[in-house]
């Protein structure tokens, strides 16, 4: 039997939108012979759909698209495998379950609900879903298959040191012998995911000795980032398809003869590159948006993230603003350009000197007395974020933060200021990572300019200033930011493995920690790492944290 994977990008509440996609791939599915079209986790009503599970009317409509599902691919050759939201038994105290749908011919044959509710990082299902009971396997054309929606897959006591859920829904499966697991999954992207998620169903598939098959979300929604990667394994647990990654794909595989093919070449780099590219273009898109603004220092941050912008959306809907202040290099305003020149986008600049100059007047009555300090660069910032504002209402343009997860980290970035914008493109990389996506994407041709990528990093909101006047060289700081934001490890640990001095590490973590008021207020961070700050990273705001 050949079964095809479809990986498709679906918009959280686009019935018709996620309705029209999945009928022309089961369409095309079926013209290349496959007998079974799988689609992903929540492809009818989009992943995450979060409180709109708890809306009547989201649910119902939820149900009315799998009857137009059903109609409207009666008449193909393929079933068709996917993945919806639908109301839950009354007394089950849940508004939803997390199903499955089988529809062959217009008919529905079977209904399989997950089992296994995610709680941890950016996941919080039991806060809407009704677990499943007991699972049934389902034959279709003679061929038993087990269905499992994404976590179902991944407690195999084989495979994990240590088990989040007392059962194994696979492993239960298995007991009633099916020929083929298919597993439909909504599996956000961080770094070393997809070779993660590979090793762990080749195991499944050598414990079981079952083909297994794979097909996963592609898109952004929100902060997540869904890289594809959907893929199929033969009974030896041996890669025999793989779809593309950050891209709708389709493939067809028949599970029994395929041929084992090699397993993609991965870099962390370059995929990195792409979730931020696929995730800006998706979150300006599906928030109905054509246009970006981005604020051009001269320095390596608003760089990437035009960059970014740039591959997103086109040239001809990026604009860079230079805004310079009594403190602005000339040269920064020279790299800006040149850099824009390379990406083939509009450049404008907005001397703020003299509103800098206007600001400092109207407050001097109040400062008297008082030492210049922080306080005169944040106005500087400050103005630059109300200047972004003003254009992004005037031409209905989102503003694209630039700062990168070092500088929110510590607190090195002014709320209200450069913290302005509708989206955190690069608030996922430390600083270390913002140059070596910089290096990646000059491989080919300099486009960003050797200059910025050779400069010191600076904010220039005061005479020779440097990054490294306030904070650790980032070769320092990265490191015990990922230790402690990442993995959750202790000063102590951190120093100890870095050989760092503790009182170094402790001064960083103080930072951190008095920091997370800044962070709660910050746009959407994109998510490429596996503890992001945003929706994964909950921490109360005031604290006393004894480090």
Not at 279 to 295: E, H, N, P, Q, S
Not at 319 to 348: K, Q, V, W
């Amino acid at each position: 039997m050949k079964i095809a994977l479809a990986q498709i990008n679906p918009t959280v509440g686009d019935f018709t939108g996620n309705l029209e996609k999945i009928v022309a791939v089961s369409r095309r599915a079926a013209a290349q012979g496959a007998r079974l079209t799988v689609f992903s986790e929540l492809a009818l009503c989009g992943y995450p759909p979060a409180d709109f599970l708890e809306k009547p009317s989201f649910l119902a409509r939820c149900r009315a698209a799998v009857d137009e599902l059903a109609a409207a691919t009666r008449e193909l050759s393929t079933a068709v495998l996917a993945g919806v939201a639908l109301p839950a038994e009354r007394e089950s105290g849940k508004p939803a379950v997390n199903a499955a749908v089988l529809l062959d011919g217009g008919h529905l044959l079977l209904e399989q609900h997950k089992r296994l509710l995610p709680f941890y990082d950016v996941f919080d299902e039991q806060r809407y879903f009704a677990p499943s009971r007991p699972q049934q396997v389902v034959e279709l054309d003679g061929l038993r298959l087990a269905i499992t929606i994404c976590e179902d897959a991944w407690n195999d006591k084989n495979f994990w040191p240590r088990r989040l859920y007392a059962v194994d829904p696979v492993e239960e499966l298995m007991r009633q012998q099916p020929a083929v697991l298919i597993n439909l999954s909504s599996s956000p992207f961080w770094h070393g995911k997809r070779a993660l998620r590979r090793q762990m169903l080749s195991a499944i598939a050598r414990r079981d000795g079952v083909p297994v098959l794979f097909s996963n979300q592609v898109g952004g929604n929100d902060s997540l980032v869904f890289d594809g990667s959907s893929m199929a394994l033969n009974a030896r647990g041996e890669l025999i398809a793989q779809a593309a990654s950050f891209e709708e794909d389709l493939i067809v595989v028949d599970p029994f003869e395929a041929p084992v093919v090699p397993a993609p070449e991965e870099d962390d780099t370059e995929a990195a590159y792409r979730a931020l590219v696929l995730g800006t273009r998706d979150y300006v898109r599906k928030c109905g948006f054509k246009k970006a603004l981005v604020a051009l220092s001269g320095g390596i941050d608003s760089a990437l993230v035009a960059a970014i912008a740039t591959e997103a959306l086109g040239a001809e809907n990026v604009l860079g603003i230079g805004m310079p202040s009594p403190y602005s290099s000339t040269g920064s305003i020279d790299d800006s350009r040149e850099l824009a020149a390379n990406l083939g986008i509009r450049f404008e600049v907005i001397p703020i000197s003299g509103l800098f100059a206007e600001f400092t007047r109207a407050l001097e009555p109040l400062f008297a007395g008082t030492t210049p300090d922080t306080t005169e660069e944040n106005i500087q910032s400050r103005i630059r974020g109300c200047l972004l504002m003003a254009l992004s209402n005037k031409f209905s343009a989102l503003v694209l933060t630039t700062g990168n997860k070092s500088e929110m980290a510590v607190g090195y970035c002014t709320l209200y200021g450069d913290m302005v914008g509708a989206l955190a493109v690069i608030g996922d990389l430390v600083k270390s990572r913002v140059y070596a996506v910089c290096r990646w994407i000059n491989r080919g041709r300099e486009v960003i300019p050797h200059s910025i990528l050779e400069k010191p990093p600076s904010a220039e909101l005061r005479p020779d200033q440097k990054d490294t006047d306030s904070l650790p060289p980032y070769e320092v700081l990265d490191p015990i930011l990922e230790g402690y934001v990442e993995r959750y490890e202790t000063p102590e640990q951190i120093a100890g493995a870095n050989h760092f001095p503790l009182e170094l590490v402790q001064q960083v973590v103080r930072l951190v920690e008095r920091s997370e008021y800044k962070r709660q207020q910050a746009a959407p961070v994109l998510k490429v790492t596996c503890k992001s700050f945003g929706m994964g990273r909950r921490f109360p705001i005031a604290v006393k944290v004894q480090v």
